[in-house]
């Protein structure tokens, strides 16, 4: 099936750097969805991608569509300490026929604190 | 006005037993979604519903039953929990008409032991 590759899996951020990360698939996908989840929490929509080359702002944070439909690539600027979290990019699978179907998530990345 | 409200927030239960997790919804929206996630595998669909008494499969359905009488519930069960099924569970609802993406509940945290 269809399977969405997130990387790095985990990083660490100290105040004031900023922060990239991607999301690959080998199939094509129509919509990206970049959420962030805080602990104990349910993840959250932060930025929603719906065209190839689509570059979005939400603050500090800016998504990329990427041209090929196949990658799609967040960054954080400036991060500050609330920033951590895990943050998941997810896309309507191929199969999807209508507006409200189900959505197909990567594994998260995974933001923490430098000690 | 809650939105979207999943009870309870944890819950350990014993093997064998039986466990149903609550999902409830104040928008009516006909769409809502079951997921558990776990470390290392992300978020994964168990069960979805399109409707009231309309229900299908994710891809991790295997030990779960779900039914949804009414439109703003959409319970979880395991029939005979298992510690495989000691995760972190999801109830979701489509965004506004329109726009992608899902409004998720707070989750439940249950514990098989």
């Known amino acids: 099936g269809q399977q969405l590759n997130q990387s790095p899996q985990s990083m660490f951020i100290q105040e004031g750097e900023d922060v990239s990360m991607n999301c690959t698939s080998s199939?094509?996908?129509?919509?990206w969805l970049w959420y962030k989840q805080d602990p104990g929490e349910g993840p959250v929509l932060l930025i929603a991608?719906?065209?190839?080359?689509e570059l979005t702002s939400n603050g500090r944070l800016t998504a990329q569509f990427g041209i090929t439909r196949k990658d799609s690539f967040l960054n954080i600027s400036a991060s500050i300490p609330s920033d951590v979290g895990i943050y998941f990019c997810?896309?309507?699978?191929?199969?999807?026929?209508?507006?409200?179907?189900?959505?197909?998530f990567g594994k998260g990345t995974k933001l923490s604190v430098k000690p | 006005d809650a939105g979207i409200t999943q009870s309870p927030r944890y819950k350990i239960t014993e093997t064998g037993r039986q466990v149903t997790l609550m999902c409830h919804q104040t928008w009516s929206h006909s769409y809502m979604f079951w997921y558990r996630q776990d470390l290392g595998h992300g978020l994964r669909l168990i069960y979805y519903?399109?409707?009231?008494?309309?229900?299908d499969k994710g891809e991790v359905p295997d030990g779960y039953v779900v039914s949804r009488s009414k439109t703003e519930n959409f319970p979880l069960t395991l029939e005979s929990a298992t510690r495989s099924q000691t995760s972190v569970y999801f109830c979701a609802v489509p965004n506004e008409q329109g726009t992608y993406g899902y409004t998720f509940g707070s989750g439940t945290r249950l514990t098989v032991v």
């Open positions: 997810a896309g309507p699978p191929q199969n999807y026929g209508g507006s409200q179907g189900n959505l197909i």
């Open positions: 199939s094509i996908f129509n919509t």
């Open positions: 991608l719906y065209k190839a080359g």
């Open positions: 519903s399109a409707a009231a008494d309309i229900t």
